[in-house]
């Protein structure tokens, strides 16, 4: 309890401030995704949440990051916001405006108020910064819905789930699957904000290659800080756990422990993205010579991944089916994988759906959709993304790999440990495919060539 002198102290004395407010670059893409969507539901309310910030230890939370579909829909950051699409097809965004003066909400509450997290938007600021009409979080009137006339964007925050009965969960899903297949194809904006995502996480593998030795270890907990500042600096921060893969550990798909070191004469497999400030986010993978050029065999495995992955790029293309592609690539490492000796059957039946045996060295398809996730449209029918055909304006990974497990006896002693992933992302065009993180050389040679000039320019600070 606070002594009623320090309270009475605590509420004078502070001058109000304004802010300018310049409407974010995004607000009509927003209010066009948000009219798209009342659209397809008409005479319906539709409520998407942004979710709720998660405690991490006691009164400390982990950073918030809204829901991507309400992101998409909005360009709202703050938790616990909601958007209703009106059955008439307005908006209305409920938010949790900033700390009143006429309560002491505003230096008491830790999670709330204004000189414990700083400043909110009032509703006024927040409706001129992203074009839509903004109403007091604690007037949010999910009792009065209908719960046969309403659907539910749920598993975000419990509150809204808790006091929205569901009469139908098809309903709910047909809501999560719709947003999802209208994110399939990406407008002029966000195409923007991929490639500011990309070109900063161009920026992050240069830096680490600037501080990678050739001689002497270094940990992989030092190549995934160095990238993570780049991340925070020119974007909201890193798209996913960083995965820094250091010799054997670059054959663990999903290796984020980044507790080994790298070995002169080894491979380092790192898989980074920045998310950029509007959440759209990059997804690269390179494996890079730690000594600054391949071995035989290294450059051996590399090729055959190399060799797929342009493969890949080929077969992207409007028309052509998602599933075609994986197969496309697959079969190159088939191929090289029958080439080295490894395959114990033919290429052909190594391919048939009833025996797969390529998929012990590769483990996983040929990439996926990308955006505002970095596995984006992840509730789109199968129909639709697995099993459906690429359009022009899709941005997807192209990423093949081979990896050979140190434990494993059916490979060669000299392959067992080695890993090699090449990830790129690319937007399907009018015509076929742009690589938008060309930025990064991914051919063996133009790889040496860059590590080397990297490590002659040294390091350098985000500027």
């Known amino acids: 309890m606070y002594p009623e002198k320090f309270l009475e ?5 502070w001058r109000d401030t304004e802010l300018v407010t310049a409407q974010v670059t995004g607000a009509p893409n927003f209010a066009k995704r948000r009219a798209t969507l009342a659209a397809a539901f008409p005479g319906e309310t539709l409520v998407i949440p942004s979710g709720r910030e998660m405690v991490r230890a006691n009164d400390t939370g982990f950073p918030f990051r809204p829901g991507s579909d309400f992101f998409y829909l909005t360009g709202e950051h703050d938790p616990e916001s909601v958007l209703i699409l009106r059955s008439d097809g307005s908006a209305v965004l409920y938010v949790r405006p900033r700390s009143p003066r006429d309560t002491d909400e505003f230096f008491k509450d830790r999670m709330y108020g204004e000189l414990w997290i700083g400043r909110r938007h009032t509703l006024a600021e927040k409706t001129a910064e992203l074009g839509v009409e903004t109403a007091n979080l604690a007037d949010l009137p999910l009792d009065e819905l209908a719960p ?15 006091r929205v009965r569901q009469t139908d969960p098809g309903r709910d899903a047909e ?77 663990i798909l999903h290796w984020i422990r980044n507790d080994g070191r790298t070995t002169p004469g080894e491979l380092l497999l790192a898989d980074m993205g920045v998310e950029g400030h509007h959440l759209y986010t990059a997804d690269v993978t390179r494996t890079l010579p730690v000594s600054g050029t391949f071995t035989p065999l290294q450059r051996q495995v590399y090729d055959i991944v190399y060799r797929s992955q342009e493969a890949g790029m080929e077969a992207i293309k409007p028309g052509a089916k998602f599933s075609d592609v994986h197969l496309v690539c697959m079969r190159v490492l088939a191929e090289g994988l029958h080439d080295m000796g490894i395959l114990p059957v033919s290429v052909d039946e190594a391919m048939e759906k009833d025996s797969m045996l390529y998929r012990r060295w590769t483990l996983h398809g040929f990439g996926h959709m990308l955006g505002i996730d970095v596995h984006d449209c992840a509730n789109a029918r199968q129909e639709k993304y697995k099993d459906g ?21 059916l490979v060669p ?16 065009t009018a015509t076929g495919c742009k690589n938008l993180s060309d930025g990064l050389p991914r051919h063996p040679d133009d790889v040496e060539r860059w590590l080397a000039e990297q490590r002659e320019a040294g390091p350098r600070l985000p500027g």
């Open 9 to 13: 102290f605590m509420r004078t004395g």
């Open 148 to 162: 046969a006339r309403t659907r539910v964007l749920r598993g975000l925050d419990p509150h809204v789930d808790r």
């Open 175 to 251: 809501l999560a699957w719709f947003i999802s297949e209208m994110k399939l194809v990406k407008d002029e904006w966000e195409i923007a904000q991929l490639q500011d995502a990309i070109d900063a996480t161009v920026r992050g593998f240069e830096d680490v290659a600037r501080v990678l030795p050739a001689d002497r270890p270094v940990s992989e907990r030092l190549i995934e800080g160095v990238f993570g500042l780049r991340a925070r600096h020119d974007g909201n921060g890193l798209g996913y756990s960083s995965i820094v893969g250091a010799g054997s550990h670059a054959t």
């Open 389 to 409: 055909e690429l359009a022009e304006g899709y941005v997807l990974t192209n990423e093949p790999g081979l990896y050979f497990q140190p434990e494993d006896d």
């Open 413 to 428: 002693e000299e392959l067992r440990g080695i890993g090699v992933r090449i990830e790129d992302d690319v937007l399907v």
